[in-house]
Structures are given as C-alpha cells and as structure tokens.
C-alpha cells in the first residue's frame, strides 16, 4: 500500500542543559489523493511532526516509513529529492535566482538539462497560475501568495508525492489563502498526492478531507 | 552543468558578497607577493654587501698598538704573498692586493732612503690621501713593484728616462735604473719590493715596515682568519696567555659583520612573517566566508529541504569560493607584478600559499554550513 505511515512516534528537542519534549506517541496513515490538515495550539509540535515527515530529522522512537520504507534507515536526502516537499510559510525560495530557476531547481539538481527543466517549470508555473512575465523577476518582485505558488511549482516540478505545507497561508489574505488551498487540493484529487497542511485558519482545515487535532504532542481524537 | 550555471547567476546577483569576496583574495595575493619582494630585496642587499665589502687588514706588533714600524721579517710578506708554502698552505689563497713597505738607509746618495714597495700605495705618502703621486715612464707600469728588477722611481725633476742611479747603503750597491718620479717625500728612493732579495746571489736582511691586505672572498671570511690567526695573533682573543706570536693582525670585518646582523635580523623577521601572514590570510578567508555564509543561511536550509546532499552544498558552496579566489588571484597577482615591477618563480608560489590559505579558511567554513540544523532554523522568523 502507497502511504505515509506513522507509528507511534516521539521526538524531544535536546541541547546542553534540558530536553523538551515535543511529540509524545503520534500514530497517523497518511493515503494518497487526500488532503489533511493538522490544527492545534501553537506549541503543541505541529511544524515537528511536519519536519519528521519530511525526513529531515528522525523520530526517537517509533517510526516514519513511505511505500513501506522507514525513515530511518533510508536515504532521507533521495526521499526530500524525490518524495516529499515542504512549503513553508517564508523563505521558500532562493533570493537570488528568478521564478523560473527556483522553480526548476531540483531538476536541476537532478542534472536536466538547463532549458529542458525549465520547459518543464514553466509548465507548473502556469498550472499554478502565474504569469510568462513574471518568470524572469527575482522573488522579491513577487507578492507573498505568488512567492508561495512558486514553491508550489517547485515541489510539483520534483515530482514529489507528498506535499508538507507549514502555514502555507499565513502571511496572506483570505483570497489569496484560498487560492492557495485550492491548488493544494487539487494536487490532493487531481495528482493523487499526498497533501499535508499545518495551519492556524479555521477556513483551511474546513477544506480539507481529513482534520487532525493535535495537542501537547499527541494527536486527538 | 545547469546547476553551474544558475549558481554563478546567483553569484552575480550577490554583487556585494562576490566583489568582496574578490578583492579579499586579490588583496591576500597581493600582500603574500609584497612580502616575497621585500624578503628577497633584502637578500640581495645581503649578497650585495657582501660582494662590494672589501674587508682590510693590518699587521700589527703583538699589543695591537704599532703599526708603522713593525721590524717584520720580510718571510711573512712572502707568506703573505704565497711565495712561501711552509705550513703547507698558500695564504693568498684567502687574500690579496698585499701592500708592505721596508726601508733602508743609504749613504749614498747621501741621506737617501730606499723604500721597497710591493705596490705603489703600500706607501701612505704616495697615495692621494697621502698627498704624492708617482708618474712611470713610457713602457712601464705599477705591476713593475711585484717583481724583484732593479728599477726605481726617484723626486720629481731629478732624472730622464734611461738614466741609472747608483746607491749604497754600506753593506751592498747596486746601479738602479730609473723609471719614473714621484711628487711625494725628496730623499726618498722607490723601488720594487723584492729588488734586494737576493741581490748577487746574496740575501740582505731586510724587514717590513708595515703589511696590509684585503681578504680576497668575503664569503669566505671564517677560513681566512682561521688561516691567518694560525701565523699571526688574534687581537680580540680573550685568552692572551701562553707563547704570542710577534706579529698581530687587526681585521676590520666589524662593519661589515655589523650590517649583515642587521640585513639577516631583517630577512628573519621577514620569514617569521610568512606562517603569520598566512595565519592571518586564513582567518580573513574563515571569517569572510563565515559571514557570507551565514547571510544565506536561509538558502542552504532550502537546499537540504531539498534533498540536496551535504557533500554536494560544500562543493557548490567552496566551488563559488573556489572561482572567486582564481580570479581573485589572476588579478592579485597582476597587480602584484606591477607593484613589485618584477616576477619569480617563488612570488607565485607565495601566491599560492596566500591563495591556499584563504581557500583552507573558506573550506572551514563551508564545511560548516553543510551541518546545519533545518529544523531549529526554519522555524527561527525572519
Ligand atoms: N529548537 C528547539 N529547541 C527546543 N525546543 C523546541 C525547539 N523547537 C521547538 N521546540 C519546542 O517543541 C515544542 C513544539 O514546537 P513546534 O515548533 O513543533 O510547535 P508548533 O505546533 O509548530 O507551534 P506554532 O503553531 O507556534 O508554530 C514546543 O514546546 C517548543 O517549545
Ligand atoms: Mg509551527
């Protein structure tokens, strides 16, 4: 079975001097072609258990595994690479290179070739209804909710099947916010994806297929 | 190669960091090639010091405190000059231009004084500072003095060419012939050094006034004196007890022993600079990258949510530091040239040793960045 499979899973933040504990025993099956919205106070371990999926640490105890693959034990790089993209709230993109380029890097990074990755971005950067004349701007030259479409456009150009969105609406107003999610559910119903959001917004979670209430570090519910 | 190209685009785009980042290096390059020059000036102002040096000596008498009179037997002069090998060695091996007077009084011509010179100027009267000069007939010249011919130079005004004169001194006479005049002291006769040694198949005693000479290599000033201080006694010698010999020698090496301390006390500083300077030129290459790194600290957190490999962020990272500090370089060391004026083969390597040190530095710091933790800093805000 194709999902993100989480089992039971803790974390704690540790330095010098104390360890905090951020997640306390999470159990979740994220399926493809849904889209799940993760609400909760702030402090309760929403962006951790965000961060954990998209294997960019590994969980303490308990474990992460996609088509069946623990976290821990495969290689997290090629899984960020080719598997899971995150979109967070800011700085997404590289300040110094154009729409376009940001949004071919990771095929880049794959080696395409430098117009043929950037037919392919375009592509995705019209599907997520940005415009030819703005692919040349630097980032800066973007609104906020354009900036995080072409985030977007990043993570459908990789390819990534899981899809993490840390308060992917925060900085934006309402139109834009939903202009957002409705893109993020389509990659969900039309791509098959496997979209995850973290969010604030009442309006957010009520689009969503599946809501997951987290508090204290454990899922409620 | 198309991830080359947009990371040199946003390399163009960091106007301020890459220029920076150049001018860092250009300027380390410059400096290491400043600090080659300086040292090697000063090498060759040591080499230099050391080939236009004339270092003189003098016999003295064995206190140091008589020098015009010395009575020497004229055997040392002949040592002096290599003409005697006892001992089993050639002393004009380590000097030369040897200078000795000896003088004899003649009865006749009445109240005359015969004055052996192995050169003209062993003779402070007839030198330009002594005042006198002596001008040779046609056909002759000053190397005359180093042979034993019956010749002599007599007072201005007194004689021709070809002329002889006839001279004795109670114990020998001998016919003289005439080639020059001099303009120094009247009743003074001057003749080859060695024209009475063996004058009839027989040897007159006759002893050296003074001796003084040059060392003939500078370089080789330590065997010089080793071989001189083994006939003649050491002046600055602390130890003054057990048999002196009669004669002394004074070495005027105290100048130049002085300046060389000074030239060589320079060169040292110099060479304790290099690991200093390279020292600092690394820091500067640690501290610069630091910086520039943690400016886009945001960028290297996207790169990893990216997948990319740390391995794959140092190369791409140090490769931007890389082609900076090549061109940094390039221009440094053109610039470098035109400051010096000049080119070698160690001002490069110095180069590259400034270039190596920045780019250790920068490494550094790479390799730091390349540890970041993401998820402490995605969740720091702007
Ligand atoms: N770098 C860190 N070091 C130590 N503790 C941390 C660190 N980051 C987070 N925490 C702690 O872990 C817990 C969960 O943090 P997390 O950022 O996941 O919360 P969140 O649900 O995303 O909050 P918010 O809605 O405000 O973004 C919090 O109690 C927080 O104090
Ligand atoms: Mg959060």
């Given amino acids: 079975m194709e999902s993100l499979l989480v089992k039971d899973i803790t974390y704690s933040y540790r330095n010098k001097y104390q360890t905090v504990r951020a997640l306390g025993g999470v159990s979740v099956e994220f399926e493809p072609g849904k889209m799940y919205t993760i609400v909760g106070s702030s402090g309760c371990g929403k962006t951790t258990f965000l961060s954990l999926l998209a294997g960019l640490d590994v969980p303490e105890s308990g474990s992460i595994e996609w088509k069946g693959e623990s976290t821990a034990k495969m290689d997290r790089d090629r899984y960020r690479r080719e598997s899971a993209s995150v979109i967070y709230q800011n700085f997404n993109l590289f300040q110094h290179l154009t729409v376009l380029e940001n949004a071919a890097y990771p095929l880049y990074m794959r080696g395409m070739?430098?117009?043929e990755a950037e037919a392919k971005a375009r592509e995705k950067l019209l599907a997520v209804g940005l415009k030819e004349e703005q692919f040349d701007r630097l980032?800066?030259?973007?609104?906020?909710?354009?900036?995080?479409?072409?985030?977007?456009?990043?993570?459908?150009?990789?390819?990534?099947?899981?899809?993490?969105?840390?308060?992917?609406?925060g900085n934006l107003d309402s139109e834009n916010g939903r202009n957002i999610v409705e893109i993020l559910k389509r990659l969900a119903h039309e791509e098959n994806c496997c979209v995850v959001i973290v969010t604030h917004d009442q309006a957010v979670a009520d689009e969503a297929d599946v809501v997951l209430k987290m508090r204290d570090g454990k899922l409620e519910g | 190669m198309s991830m080359r190209h947009v990371t040199i685009s946003a390399m163009m785009r960091r106007k301020r960091w890459t220029l920076l980042l150049l001018f860092i290096a250009l300027l380390e390059t410059c400096a290491a090639m400043v600090l080659c020059s300086l040292t090697a000036r000063q090498e060759a102002a040591l080499e230099k010091t050391v080939d236009d040096t004339v270092i003189s000596c003098v016999i003295t008498d064995s206190q140091g405190t008589n020098q015009d009179n010395l009575h020497m037997a004229t055997g040392f002069v002949d040592l002096l000059c290599g003409l005697r090998h006892e001992r089993g060695y050639y002393q004009d091996e380590h000097i030369k231009n040897v200078r000795s007077k000896a003088s004899i009084k003649l009865i006749a011509p009445k109240e005359y004084t015969m004055v052996c010179l192995?050169?003209?100027?062993?003779?402070?009267?007839l030198t330009a500072?002594?005042?006198?000069?002596?001008i040779l007939f046609d056909g002759w010249d000053a190397s005359v003095f180093a042979g034993n011919q019956e010749v002599c130079v007599i007072p201005q005004g007194l004689a021709v060419d070809g002329e002889y004169i006839e001279i004795d001194n109670g114990n020998f006479s001998v016919s003289l012939r005439i080639i020059g005049t001099h303009t120094g002291s009247a009743k003074t006769l001057y003749c080859p050094f060695h024209t009475m040694d063996f004058h009839d198949g027989q040897s007159y005693m006759i002893t050296a006034d003074s001796c003084s000479f040059d060392?003939?290599?500078?370089?080789?000033?330590?065997?010089?004196k080793a071989s001189l201080y083994e006939v003649f006694a050491?002046?600055?010698?602390?130890?003054?007890?057990?048999?002196?010999?009669?004669?002394?020698?004074?070495i005027n090496d105290d100048i130049l022993r002085n300046t060389l301390e000074e030239i060589r006390g320079n060169i040292r500083t110099l060479h304790l600079l290099i690991p200093a300077l390279l020292i600092i030129e690394g820091a500067v290459g640690f501290f610069a990258a630091y910086l520039s790194t943690q400016s886009r600290l945001r960028e290297y957190a996207v790169m990893r949510c990216l997948g990319m490999t740390r391995?794959?962020?140092?190369?791409?990272t140090f490769g931007e530091y890389l082609a900076l500090a090549v061109v940094g370089a390039a221009v440094g060391t053109?610039?470098?040239?035109?400051i010096n004026g000049t080119l070698s083969l160690r001002m490069l390597l110095y180069a590259a040793g400034a270039i190596s040190a920045f780019l250790i530095g920068t490494a550094i710091s790479v390799s730091r960045i390349t540890r970041i933790n993401v998820m402490k800093l995605m969740k720091t805000e702007e």
Avoid: C, H, W
């Fill in chain 2, 118 to 125: 192995l050169t003209p100027d062993s003779d402070y009267a």
């Fill in chain 1, 113 to 115: 070739k430098k117009n």
């Fill in chain 2, 334 to 338: 053109v610039i470098g040239i035109v």
């Fill in chain 2, 311 to 316: 391995g794959k962020i140092f190369r791409l």
């Fill in chain 2, 234 to 250: 050491d002046l600055n010698a602390d130890d003054q007890s057990g048999i002196r010999p009669a004669f002394a020698v004074r």
């Fill in chain 2, 129 to 134: 500072a002594g005042g006198g000069s002596m």
């Fill in chain 2, 215 to 224: 060392i003939r290599d500078t370089r080789r000033l330590d065997e010089a």
């Fill in chain 1, 139 to 169: 980032p800066n030259m973007l609104s906020g909710g354009e900036q995080q479409r072409v985030a977007i456009a990043r993570a459908l150009a990789s390819g990534s099947r899981i899809i993490l969105a840390d308060e992917p609406t």
